[in-house]
Protein backbone atom coordinates (compact mmCIF):
# COMPACT_ATOMS: atom_id res chain seq x y z
CA UNK A 1 0.00 0.00 0.00
CA UNK A 2 1.23 3.66 -0.84
CA UNK A 3 0.33 6.89 0.77
CA UNK A 4 0.30 10.09 -0.35
CA UNK A 5 1.56 13.33 1.43
CA UNK A 6 0.42 16.99 -0.22
CA UNK A 7 3.47 18.98 -0.05
CA UNK A 8 3.59 22.37 1.07
CA UNK A 9 4.09 24.46 -1.97
CA UNK A 10 6.65 27.04 -0.46
CA UNK A 11 10.25 24.82 -0.59
CA UNK A 12 9.22 21.83 -2.25
CA UNK A 13 12.92 20.23 -1.95
CA UNK A 14 12.87 20.67 1.94
CA UNK A 15 9.25 19.62 2.25
CA UNK A 16 10.18 16.69 0.30
CA UNK A 17 13.47 16.12 2.46
CA UNK A 18 11.49 16.71 5.86
CA UNK A 19 9.09 14.01 5.11
CA UNK A 20 12.33 11.50 4.50
CA UNK A 21 13.39 12.33 7.78
CA UNK A 22 10.17 11.96 9.07
CA UNK A 23 9.78 8.59 7.97
CA UNK A 24 13.57 7.78 9.35
CA UNK A 25 12.31 8.79 12.76
CA UNK A 26 9.25 6.25 12.19
CA UNK A 27 11.65 3.70 11.09
CA UNK A 28 10.00 3.27 8.03
CA UNK A 29 11.42 2.80 4.01
CA UNK A 30 12.53 6.80 3.40
CA UNK A 31 11.79 6.07 -0.43
CA UNK A 32 9.80 8.70 -1.51
CA UNK A 33 8.46 9.49 -5.72
CA UNK A 34 7.93 13.20 -6.18
CA UNK A 35 5.96 15.14 -8.61
CA UNK A 36 5.56 18.69 -8.27
CA UNK A 37 3.40 18.87 -4.84
CA UNK A 38 2.40 15.16 -4.43
CA UNK A 39 5.07 12.44 -2.63
CA UNK A 40 4.13 9.17 -2.41
CA UNK A 41 5.72 6.89 0.08
CA UNK A 42 5.48 3.51 2.13
CA UNK A 43 2.69 3.85 4.98
CA UNK A 44 3.00 6.05 7.90
CA UNK A 45 2.35 5.72 11.43
CA UNK A 46 -1.43 7.16 12.23
CA UNK A 47 -1.04 9.48 15.27
CA UNK A 48 2.68 10.56 14.45
CA UNK A 49 1.34 12.44 11.04
CA UNK A 50 1.28 15.92 12.79
CA UNK A 51 4.84 15.96 13.60
CA UNK A 52 5.21 17.36 9.86
CA UNK A 53 5.12 20.84 9.41
CA UNK A 54 5.41 20.94 5.56
CA UNK A 55 2.81 18.52 4.90
CA UNK A 56 -1.19 19.55 3.98
CA UNK A 57 -2.53 16.39 4.08
CA UNK A 58 -2.10 12.44 3.95
CA UNK A 59 -4.00 10.16 1.73
CA UNK A 60 -4.29 6.40 1.54
CA UNK A 61 -3.57 5.75 -2.31
CA UNK A 62 -6.37 4.08 -3.77
CA UNK A 63 -5.69 3.69 -7.43
CA UNK A 64 -3.86 5.26 -10.37
CA UNK A 65 -3.95 6.39 -13.97
CA UNK A 66 -4.52 8.56 -16.78
CA UNK A 67 -6.40 11.91 -16.90
CA UNK A 68 -7.39 10.99 -20.39
CA UNK A 69 -9.02 7.56 -19.78
CA UNK A 70 -10.18 8.27 -16.15
CA UNK A 71 -10.72 4.43 -16.26
CA UNK A 72 -11.61 4.49 -12.74
CA UNK A 73 -12.07 0.90 -10.67
CA UNK A 74 -12.91 2.08 -7.40
CA UNK A 75 -16.19 2.56 -5.88
CA UNK A 76 -17.34 4.01 -2.15
CA UNK A 77 -19.74 1.19 -0.29
CA UNK A 78 -21.15 4.44 1.25
CA UNK A 79 -21.30 8.05 1.18
CA UNK A 80 -18.08 10.08 -0.46
CA UNK A 81 -17.17 13.64 -1.30
CA UNK A 82 -14.05 13.92 -4.18
CA UNK A 83 -12.16 17.12 -4.20
CA UNK A 84 -9.64 17.23 -7.23
CA UNK A 85 -6.30 19.28 -6.37
CA UNK A 86 -3.88 19.63 -8.79
CA UNK A 87 -0.38 19.32 -7.83
CA UNK A 88 2.12 19.57 -10.96
CA UNK A 89 2.41 22.79 -12.97
CA UNK A 90 -0.35 21.58 -15.12
CA UNK A 91 -3.69 23.26 -15.49
CA UNK A 92 -6.36 20.71 -15.51
CA UNK A 93 -9.96 21.58 -15.55
CA UNK A 94 -10.47 20.29 -11.77
CA UNK A 95 -14.22 21.49 -11.35
CA UNK A 96 -15.00 19.21 -14.37
CA UNK A 97 -12.73 16.33 -13.88
CA UNK A 98 -14.38 16.10 -10.22
CA UNK A 99 -17.82 16.34 -11.07
CA UNK A 100 -17.02 13.66 -13.85
CA UNK A 101 -15.53 11.57 -11.00
CA UNK A 102 -18.17 12.13 -8.82
CA UNK A 103 -20.49 10.61 -11.45
CA UNK A 104 -18.27 7.61 -12.16
CA UNK A 105 -17.70 6.62 -8.75
CA UNK A 106 -21.49 6.85 -7.77
CA UNK A 107 -23.36 3.71 -7.50
CA UNK A 108 -27.34 2.83 -6.47
CA UNK A 109 -25.69 2.20 -3.17
CA UNK A 110 -23.90 5.11 -1.87
CA UNK A 111 -24.38 9.13 -2.62
CA UNK A 112 -22.47 12.33 -2.64
CA UNK A 113 -22.55 13.51 0.94
CA UNK A 114 -20.18 16.97 0.68
CA UNK A 115 -20.94 17.81 4.29
CA UNK A 116 -20.54 14.80 6.18
CA UNK A 117 -19.00 11.94 4.17
CA UNK A 118 -18.02 8.52 5.43
CA UNK A 119 -15.19 8.82 2.96
CA UNK A 120 -12.99 12.17 1.85
CA UNK A 121 -11.59 11.03 -1.63
CA UNK A 122 -8.82 13.15 -3.18
CA UNK A 123 -8.41 13.14 -6.78
CA UNK A 124 -4.92 14.31 -7.07
CA UNK A 125 -3.82 15.53 -10.40
CA UNK A 126 -0.41 14.52 -11.91
CA UNK A 127 0.63 16.29 -15.31
CA UNK A 128 -0.75 13.46 -17.21
CA UNK A 129 -2.01 10.95 -14.13
CA UNK A 130 -4.61 11.32 -11.90
CA UNK A 131 -4.16 9.33 -8.39
CA UNK A 132 -7.40 8.66 -5.91
CA UNK A 133 -6.77 8.69 -2.66
CA UNK A 134 -8.80 8.70 0.86
CA UNK A 135 -8.04 11.32 3.10
CA UNK A 136 -6.38 9.75 6.18
CA UNK A 137 -5.54 13.19 8.21
CA UNK A 138 -5.63 16.66 7.31
CA UNK A 139 -2.85 18.29 9.21
CA UNK A 140 -3.95 21.69 10.66
CA UNK A 141 -0.86 23.83 10.64
CA UNK A 142 -2.52 26.79 12.24
CA UNK A 143 -1.66 24.78 15.30
CA UNK A 144 1.77 26.24 14.52
CA UNK A 145 0.87 29.53 14.75
CA UNK A 146 -0.45 28.69 18.65
CA UNK A 147 3.71 28.49 19.44
CA UNK A 148 4.92 31.79 17.70
CA UNK A 149 7.09 34.50 19.59
CA UNK A 150 4.21 36.52 20.29
CA UNK A 151 2.06 33.62 22.05
CA UNK A 152 4.87 32.88 24.17
CA UNK A 153 5.54 33.98 28.13
CA UNK A 154 9.05 34.44 27.26
CA UNK A 155 9.36 36.37 24.09
CA UNK A 156 12.43 37.45 22.22
CA UNK A 157 13.48 38.58 18.62
CA UNK A 158 15.98 35.95 18.01
CA UNK A 159 13.16 33.06 18.54
CA UNK A 160 12.78 30.88 15.56
CA UNK A 161 9.37 30.37 13.50
CA UNK A 162 7.93 27.08 14.90
CA UNK A 163 7.38 25.71 11.48
CA UNK A 164 10.87 26.00 10.85
CA UNK A 165 12.02 24.69 14.17
CA UNK A 166 9.61 21.81 13.51
CA UNK A 167 11.15 21.23 9.74
CA UNK A 168 14.73 21.49 11.59
CA UNK A 169 13.63 18.17 14.19
CA UNK A 170 12.20 16.59 11.43
CA UNK A 171 15.52 16.90 9.19
CA UNK A 172 17.13 14.91 12.22
CA UNK A 173 15.20 11.88 11.85
CA UNK A 174 15.16 11.69 15.52
CA UNK A 175 12.70 9.15 17.45
CA UNK A 176 10.61 9.38 19.98
CA UNK A 177 12.15 8.67 22.69
CA UNK A 178 15.63 9.62 21.39
CA UNK A 179 17.72 12.34 22.84
CA UNK A 180 17.94 15.88 20.75
CA UNK A 181 20.33 18.95 22.56
CA UNK A 182 19.77 22.32 21.12
CA UNK A 183 23.29 24.41 22.34
CA UNK A 184 21.98 27.80 21.14
CA UNK A 185 18.97 27.31 22.36
CA UNK A 186 17.67 30.78 23.03
CA UNK A 187 13.86 30.93 23.94
CA UNK A 188 13.54 27.09 23.45
CA UNK A 189 11.96 27.46 19.70
CA UNK A 190 13.65 23.98 18.73
CA UNK A 191 13.29 21.97 21.69
CA UNK A 192 9.82 22.83 22.16
CA UNK A 193 9.13 21.46 18.95
CA UNK A 194 11.36 18.49 19.43
CA UNK A 195 9.93 17.79 23.02
CA UNK A 196 5.89 17.65 21.37
CA UNK A 197 7.54 15.15 18.89
CA UNK A 198 8.29 12.63 21.87
CA UNK A 199 12.08 13.69 22.15
CA UNK A 200 14.12 14.04 25.59
CA UNK A 201 15.15 17.75 25.28
CA UNK A 202 18.51 19.42 26.27
CA UNK A 203 19.20 22.53 25.81
CA UNK A 204 21.99 25.12 26.34
CA UNK A 205 22.65 28.76 26.41
CA UNK A 206 25.41 31.58 27.15
CA UNK A 207 22.29 33.79 28.73
CA UNK A 208 20.83 33.25 31.91
CA UNK A 209 17.76 35.10 30.85
CA UNK A 210 17.13 32.55 27.77
CA UNK A 211 17.97 29.61 29.97
CA UNK A 212 14.99 30.63 32.57
CA UNK A 213 12.81 32.06 29.33
CA UNK A 214 13.06 28.49 27.41
CA UNK A 215 12.47 26.10 30.23
CA UNK A 216 9.08 28.94 30.75
CA UNK A 217 8.23 28.19 27.30
CA UNK A 218 8.95 24.53 27.38
CA UNK A 219 6.28 23.94 30.73
CA UNK A 220 3.36 26.21 29.26
CA UNK A 221 3.43 23.98 25.88
CA UNK A 222 3.54 21.02 27.98
CA UNK A 223 6.98 19.91 27.33
CA UNK A 224 7.28 19.82 31.39
CA UNK A 225 10.80 17.01 31.39
CA UNK A 226 13.48 19.16 30.11
CA UNK A 227 17.16 19.70 30.65
CA UNK A 228 18.03 23.30 29.69
CA UNK A 229 21.72 24.71 31.39
CA UNK A 230 23.22 27.86 31.74
CA UNK A 231 26.72 27.55 29.73
CA UNK A 232 29.27 28.29 27.00
CA UNK A 233 28.56 25.76 23.90
CA UNK A 234 32.47 25.03 24.17
CA UNK A 235 32.15 23.38 27.07
CA UNK A 236 28.88 21.74 26.51
CA UNK A 237 30.73 18.04 26.81
CA UNK A 238 32.07 18.58 30.31
CA UNK A 239 28.16 20.25 30.90
CA UNK A 240 26.26 17.06 29.48
CA UNK A 241 28.68 14.02 29.59
CA UNK A 242 26.60 11.92 27.41
CA UNK A 243 25.72 11.71 23.64
CA UNK A 244 22.58 12.63 22.33
CA UNK A 245 20.64 11.06 19.15
CA UNK A 246 20.44 14.34 17.70
CA UNK A 247 22.20 17.69 17.51
CA UNK A 248 19.61 20.98 16.34
CA UNK A 249 20.01 24.20 16.40
CA UNK A 250 19.63 27.85 15.17
CA UNK A 251 23.33 29.24 15.31
CA UNK A 252 23.98 32.73 16.68
CA UNK A 253 23.57 35.29 13.98
CA UNK A 254 26.50 37.60 13.06
CA UNK A 255 28.60 39.79 15.44
CA UNK A 256 26.09 41.34 17.08
CA UNK A 257 24.68 37.88 18.99
CA UNK A 258 28.09 37.20 20.05
CA UNK A 259 27.95 37.16 23.55
CA UNK A 260 31.57 35.88 23.79
CA UNK A 261 34.21 33.75 21.89
CA UNK A 262 33.90 32.16 18.54
CA UNK A 263 30.60 30.25 19.19
CA UNK A 264 30.34 28.91 15.69
CA UNK A 265 33.64 27.82 15.63
CA UNK A 266 33.37 26.14 18.66
CA UNK A 267 30.18 24.38 18.06
CA UNK A 268 31.98 23.05 14.84
CA UNK A 269 34.44 21.54 17.02
CA UNK A 270 32.53 19.78 19.73
CA UNK A 271 29.54 18.84 18.15
CA UNK A 272 30.31 15.59 16.55
CA UNK A 273 31.74 14.33 19.93
CA UNK A 274 28.37 14.86 21.52
CA UNK A 275 26.47 13.02 18.60
CA UNK A 276 25.69 9.46 17.81
CA UNK A 277 23.00 10.37 15.16
CA UNK A 278 22.93 13.76 12.87
CA UNK A 279 23.63 17.37 13.36
CA UNK A 280 21.54 19.48 11.64
CA UNK A 281 21.40 23.50 11.80
CA UNK A 282 20.36 26.36 10.34
CA UNK A 283 22.57 29.43 9.67
CA UNK A 284 22.71 32.96 8.01
CA UNK A 285 26.29 31.71 6.44
CA UNK A 286 26.33 30.57 2.79
CA UNK A 287 29.25 28.67 3.29
CA UNK A 288 30.97 27.53 6.57
CA UNK A 289 34.49 26.58 5.94
CA UNK A 290 34.12 23.99 2.96
CA UNK A 291 30.25 22.44 4.04
CA UNK A 292 27.90 23.50 1.76
CA UNK A 293 24.38 24.05 2.82
CA UNK A 294 21.30 21.49 1.90
CA UNK A 295 18.37 24.07 1.63
CA UNK A 296 18.30 27.76 1.12
CA UNK A 297 15.22 29.37 2.73
CA UNK A 298 13.71 32.28 1.76
CA UNK A 299 12.69 33.83 4.97
CA UNK A 300 11.65 37.27 3.57
CA UNK A 301 12.99 40.50 1.62
CA UNK A 302 16.75 40.63 2.57
CA UNK A 303 16.92 37.59 4.89
CA UNK A 304 17.78 33.75 4.01
CA UNK A 305 19.05 31.11 5.89
CA UNK A 306 20.84 28.08 5.07
CA UNK A 307 20.42 24.34 6.57
CA UNK A 308 23.14 22.38 6.51
CA UNK A 309 23.10 18.56 7.49
CA UNK A 310 25.82 16.75 9.06
CA UNK A 311 26.43 13.29 9.38
C1 LIG B 1 19.84 32.48 17.11
S1 LIG B 1 19.70 32.37 18.84
C2 LIG B 1 18.79 30.89 19.05
C3 LIG B 1 17.32 31.12 18.95
C4 LIG B 1 16.49 29.92 19.29
N1 LIG B 1 16.52 28.93 18.21
C5 LIG B 1 15.05 30.32 19.61
O1 LIG B 1 14.11 29.82 18.95
O2 LIG B 1 14.87 31.13 20.50
C6 LIG B 1 21.31 31.96 19.38
C7 LIG B 1 21.48 31.80 20.88
O3 LIG B 1 22.82 31.41 21.10
C8 LIG B 1 23.25 31.91 22.35
N2 LIG B 1 24.72 31.94 22.37
C9 LIG B 1 25.57 32.81 21.76
N3 LIG B 1 26.85 32.45 21.98
C10 LIG B 1 26.82 31.32 22.71
C11 LIG B 1 27.81 30.44 23.22
N4 LIG B 1 29.11 30.70 23.02
N5 LIG B 1 27.43 29.34 23.91
C12 LIG B 1 26.10 29.08 24.12
N6 LIG B 1 25.11 29.88 23.69
C13 LIG B 1 25.46 30.98 22.97
C14 LIG B 1 22.60 33.29 22.45
O4 LIG B 1 22.44 33.67 23.80
C15 LIG B 1 21.26 33.04 21.71
O5 LIG B 1 20.23 32.79 22.65
Same mark, same amino acid.
Given at each position: ?SYAYLLAGENLELAEDELRGFLES !??LETRVEREGRLAIAG?P ?6 RLALTHEV ?28 VS ?35 Y?L ?12 I ?23 V??RVL?NL?G ?106 V ?13 EHEI ?9 V?L? !?
Amino acid at each position: MSYAYLLAGENLELAEDELRGFLES !QELETRVEREGRLAIAGEPMEGQLKRLALTHEVSEVIERGSIEALDLKYRPDSSFAVRAVEVSDEEHDTAALQEKVGEILGTGDNEVDLERPDEELRLYLLEDEYVLARLMEDIDRGLFEKRGNEERPFQSPVSLDPVLARVLVNLSGVKPGGSVLDPFCGTGGILIEAGLCGAGVHGLDVQEEMVEGARENLEVYGVIVHDVREGEVRDAGKIFDQKFDAIVTDLPYGEASKVEGEPVEDFLEVAPELVNGRIVFMSDRENIGDMEPEHEIYVHKNLTRYVYLL !Q
